[in-house]
């Protein structure tokens, strides 16, 4: 009962070529891997951006 599990994502690829100037309302040029994370956490991983590829994780945590 004191283990969880979580989902996060991570950035596999960027093509700073493809990258559009913004997203969903935000500016994300030049490229900016923080803000980029924010959107695909915020978006559960939905957000399509074009020259960012990434990968859904599995986090687990245990308490004693």
Do not use: C, H, N
């Amino acid at each position: 009962s004191g283990t969880s599990v979580s989902k996060d994502w991570q950035i596999v690829a960027v093509d700073d070529v493809l990258v559009p100037v913004t997203i969903a309302g935000v500016v994300i040029r030049p490229v900016d891997k923080a803000t980029i994370m924010r959107l695909i956490r915020s978006s559960k991983g939905t957000i399509q951006i074009p020259g960012v590829i990434y990968q859904e994780t599995v986090k687990m945590s245990f308490r004693k």
